[in-house]
């Protein structure tokens, strides 16, 4: 089994009386793209700014790479859906900002200003290359403002990645854009997926785990390897939300064909566990992907 | 017709050289209508009385002899002083325009360093941080409501009628208005999630303050700097008139007492035109160095 990035252990989160996290647990292994969906208000942002460190939950813990996680550090990376990149940077030096910022100190850049205009050379080559990987490279020399959402989304993208965080956290990172450049960034993100199984391949360790929070079904079946649940209607909702769908998802292989049956079935399914107010069942019931995943090694053992 | 109905380069610079030619045409015309009723007026000079003013204000007079003048363009020079003994002593003869110039873009130089600098460091923090926000906001939010001018008596007692006054006036005037809009660039610019995305890609506290606050409404502070000028220079001029003994306040008081107006107007145009050229160079670093600001 790979290695355990980011585990959330009975998370709760309330303002005054009122319950947004109830009892919220979910373990992420390295190189999972995950899907976060659920309805408008259950609580996916404050569990998102619980797991980025910026409001710590009132009880449980938040675990990265095993350490209690409680405020934004460079273990985990955030791309926001409306970029917020620094107006007054290039894309390149957008994408450079994270290793100048993680790598060097202010001191450092003053006194030892030589070594750092070298630094800063091998920074920016490194940025180009990360510009590449977006199909951004044509543009690295231009300012956000004269760049259109969603390249300034890729660049957001690329400035995060290149940290390598052990966790990146996308938040509704396409909610801003059109249809069809949606598209083409869901398909980068398929791309990073793809990258992770090669890598998996030749027993490395998979570069990108992200979670990605969306209200999009069809976007999240599409992107994530595994499809989670947030929701307040469940049996035990009068306390706050909590996880309540947690399965495998029908993930896509760039330029594969889609398994339009499948996806369907699991959308229903998804809809009707996590959207649907009139659900009473347990929290429980729609939480399979562990043991999904356990089979999965089973058979995998068996078939050795 | 239209509101706001763009227009090109041209007709601006056209309307505005009409403007200015306006401006000089009603001078004249007044200048003429006074000088009709009394030739010798000195309150409104005509275009000659002006040239004698402004070569008064710009020559030094190289002669001892005061009875018979001997002017000169000169910044300044060094007259010997003799009383009748062997040493020779010196005097520095600076011309007005010189002396005035330097005393009062020095003084100016000094206070709106020492506002900027604080304002800087004062706005950014309370913006940051709201505990000292809320420290800090009462007393500046009193503060910009009193006109400097009105406590002058209380800078006596305090820093004396020395250079010191000149910047603590341009201080109590500016720093509390630069120091808002200071705080409110940052908390109006800044936004959480730029300050939460700067900790998730290794920022420290300093960086954060620096590589984002400071670089993001650097513009803003610059904006700011161009909104002050023109009140450093009322309280600046003010205080000159009243206590300074050089000083661009100081010769339009004397001079204005004289009635000797031709130095007045010279010193009017001195201050309006570097006032301007100012303002441009702060635009044209704004420009320069912010080009993703925009106009």
């Not at chain 1, 550090?73 to 957008?94: D, K, M, S, W």
């Not at chain 2, 009409?18 to 275009?47: A, E, M």
Request: charged share 20%; net charge neutral.
């Amino acid at each position: 089994m790979t290695r355990t990035v980011l585990e959330i252990k009975n998370v709760k989160h309330n303002f005054g009386s009122n319950y947004v996290l109830n009892d919220v647990n979910l373990k992420i292994s390295e190189g999972q793209i995950i899907s976060l969906v659920g309805p408008s208000g259950c609580g996916k942002s404050t569990l998102l700014k619980a797991i980025l460190g910026t409001h710590p939950p009132n009880s449980g813990q938040i675990l990265v790479d095993n350490e209690i996680h409680n405020s934004p550090t460079r273990n985990v990376g955030i791309v926001y859906q409306h970029y917020h990149l620094p107006p007054f940077l290039t894309a390149r030096e957008n994408v450079a900002l994270g290793l100048k910022l993680d790598e060097t100190s202010t001191p450092y850049r003053i006194f030892k200003f030589f070594e750092w205009r070298k630094l800063k050379k091998q920074h920016l080559e490194k940025a180009t290359a990360f510009l590449e990987k977006v199909n951004l490279s044509k543009y690295a020399d231009l300012y956000p403002h004269e760049l259109s959402g969603g390249m300034r989304q890729r660049v957001a993208i690329a400035q995060a990645i290149i940290m390598r965080p052990s966790v990146l956290l996308l938040d509704e990172p396409f909610g801003a854009l059109d249809e069809q450049t949606r598209e083409n960034l869901q398909e980068m993100l398929l791309s990073f997926y793809q990258e992770n199984i090669e890598a998996e391949k030749e027993g490395d360790v998979p570069p990108y785990t992200i979670l990605i929070v969306t209200h999009e079904l069809t976007e999240a079946l599409i992107v994530g390897s595994r499809v989670v649940g947030l929701s307040q209607f469940h049996s035990d909702g009068i306390n706050g939300a909590s996880i309540v769908f947690d399965e495998q998802a029908p993930i896509f292989e760039p330029g594969f064909d889609r398994n339009l049956i499948e996806f369907n079935k699991q959308k229903d399914r998804l809809r009707h566990s996590v959207f649907d107010p009139n659900v009473n069942q347990h929290r429980d019931k729609f939480i399979s992907y562990w043991k999904d995943y356990q089979h999965e090694q089973e058979q995998k053992e068996i078939l050795k | 017709m239209r509101i706001r109905k763009p227009i090109n380069k041209k007709t601006r610079f056209v309307l505005g050289f009409i403007s200015i030619l306006s401006c000089i045409g009603f001078y004249s015309v007044v200048s003429w209508r006074q000088h009709v009723k009394n030739p010798l007026d000195t309150t409104v000079p005509n275009f000659s009385q002006l040239i004698e003013g402004i070569s008064e204000a710009c020559t030094v007079n190289i002669s001892s002899d005061y009875d018979h003048p001997d002017r000169k363009f000169l910044w300044g020079y060094k007259q010997e002083i003799n009383f009748g003994t062997n040493k020779s002593e010196y005097k520095l003869v600076e011309s007005w325009l010189y002396a005035d110039f330097k005393a009062t873009y020095g003084r100016f130089i000094k206070g709106v360093s020492l506002s900027i600098f604080l304002s800087i460091i004062v706005g950014m923090l309370a913006g940051s941080f709201p505990k000292l926000d809320a420290f800090i906001r009462p007393v500046t939010a009193f503060q910009s409501f009193v006109p400097p001018t009105a406590a002058l008596a209380i800078f006596f007692i305090l820093v004396g009628t020395g250079e010191n006054l000149y910047m603590a006036i341009i201080l109590f005037g500016v720093f509390p208005s630069l120091t808002q809009s200071i705080f409110y660039a940052v908390t109006k610019d800044i936004e959480d999630y730029e300050i939460d995305k700067f900790y998730t890609l290794g920022a420290s506290h300093f960086e954060v303050m620096y590589e984002l606050v400071f670089l993001k409404i650097f513009p803003r502070i610059l904006g700011s700097i161009r909104l002050a000028i023109g009140p450093v220079m009322v309280y600046l001029i003010a205080t000159e008139w009243l206590v300074a003994d050089v000083g661009f306040g100081y010769t339009l008081k004397i001079q204005s007492r004289k009635l000797n107006m031709a130095p007045v107007y010279f010193y009017l145009i001195l201050l309006g035109t570097s006032g301007y050229l100012l303002d441009w160079s702060i635009l044209t670093i704004r420009r320069k160095f912010c080009s993703w600001f925009g106009e």
